[in-house]
């Protein structure tokens, strides 16, 4: 870890004078930003730009926020690596009230290598990682990781594919391959989820969902995305109920394979063909509300603070606020220059995140992140990011110091 600047003598004069405050309250919201093309990450506060930490990694990183936003996952795919920071900012919930505690990020020691390591699932007290081309998940508790340590507990798959391990209730979830024979080293379909024991024993039938992708919690659902729609779970009375939301015969061709799960409001949103986007309510009808967009989707984000708000960037450089309930976009603004959906997946383009009433924008073009205020979609400042920034999250929140 490197630290750019030191505390300034003044700075440091005034922290010795003046014992803080009781009760202060304190907004931190911390900024890990992946570098496209380097293998490393860069953090600083939004508040404290000027201050920055970097990790190295391995190779280009997607990032994850889990263990309640103390632990940053780091999951380099190509090059079979997992790193994990400590984010340095713990919110404790007193119920009236949150404390904060705020330190420097720091890299933990260990990290994790495997056959290309993808989706991570963070739910119950545990976090999961599924290893596509070695045939098992990895779950690590959440006491471990807000620890520091990696408690690293190993489930077993029939096949190695390109899936996700969830914990639920008192079983895991799995997605499951077929055992058709495939090609060369092409990665078999997908044809559902199952329920399992620890130990990787069936204890459900397979739920059929082909080409299952695109996993999301909310309320007391699982979702996740299927050619032939939608397929939620709960835990019923014995064991997860499954069922299949086929998508309307109204929606246009198409179908979802990235799914976001609202934390404060039980609803999904999903992304629909490259120019669409689909809102999931899993209980009540209808179950889809499909929304056109101009152009294609660069990417989706969610608002938990201002949950009936999403917030999607389009490829000629808009972004676009959402309201969820009413399935309608109310305001557009442009923020960055046209990216075209042309190309690679994984050509650099900008991602979103939401750090209170912000929403961060990374711009790998023009090396900055963007800061837009939320409620009118206008650029508040842009903070330079050396390199190519892409991925990025942010973990923070308000509490009090005392
Ligand atoms: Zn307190
Ligand atoms: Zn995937």
Not at 83 to 100: A, T
Not at 198 to 216: F, K, Q, W, Y
Request: proline share 6%; hydrophobic share 40%; aromatic share 8%.
């Amino acid at each position: 870890m490197i630290k750019t600047r030191l505390l300034s003598a003044s700075a440091l004069a005034l922290a010795i004078a003046a014992p803080a405050f009781a009760d202060d309250t304190r907004t931190v919201w911390r900024v890990f930003i992946g570098d496209h093309d380097a293998p490393k990450i860069t953090a600083f506060d939004l508040g404290d730009p000027d201050t920055r930490w970097s990790f190295d990694t391995k190779g280009q990183a997607k990032l994850y926020p889990v263990a309640d936003g103390t632990t940053v996952v780091a999951v380099q795919s190509d090059d079979d690596q997992v790193n994990f920071v400590r984010s340095g900012v713990n919110l404790f919930s007193h119920g009236d009230h949150s404390d904060i505690s705020v330190k420097e990020p720091a890299a933990f020691d260990q990290s994790l290598t495997g056959p290309r390591p993808f989706h991570v699932v963070a739910h119950g007290g545990s976090t999961a990682i599924e290893y596509d081309k070695g045939g098992y998940a990895e779950f690590l508790s959440n006491d471990g990781l807000q620890n520091g340590t990696l408690d690293v507990i190993k489930f077993p798959q029939a096949r190695a594919h390109h899936g996700f391990v969830a914990e639920f209730g008192d079983v895991v979830l799995s997605t499951v391959a077929s055992d058709a024979p495939v090609e060369g080293d092409a990665a078999p379909a997908r044809v559902g989820l199952q329920a399992f024991d620890r130990d990787g024993t069936p204890v459900s039938d397979l739920a059929t969902c082909t080409g299952i992708h695109g996993e999301a919690f909310s309320g007391a659902y699982l979702a996740a995305g299927c050619k032939e729609g939608v397929l939620t779970v709960r835990e019923g009375e014995n064991g997860p109920d499954f069922n299949l939301l086929p998508y309307p015969a109204d929606l246009p061709e198409g179908t979802t394979g990235t799914i976001l799960g609202a934390q404060s409001m039980q609803v999904f949103l999903g992304n629909y063909g490259a120019n669409g986007l689909v809102v999931i309510d899993p209980q009540d009808e209808p179950h889809f509300k499909y929304v056109e967009l101009p152009f294609r989707r660069v990417d989706f984000t969610l608002d938990p603070a201002k949950p009936q708000f999403a917030y999607v960037l389009t490829e000629d450089g808009t972004l676009h606020r959402l309201n969820i309930l009413s399935g309608k976009i109310d305001t557009s603004e442009r923020v960055t220059a046209p990216y075209s959906m042309d190309g690679h997946w994984n050509d650099p383009r900008p991602r979103l995140a939401v750090a209170g009433s912000e929403v961060l924008v990374t711009d790998p073009a023009e090396s900055v992140l963007r800061v837009i205020a939320s409620d009118t979609l206008t650029e508040t400042r842009s903070i330079p990011v050396e390199g190519v920034p892409y991925n990025l999250i942010a973990v923070g929140g308000t509490g009090l110091e005392h």
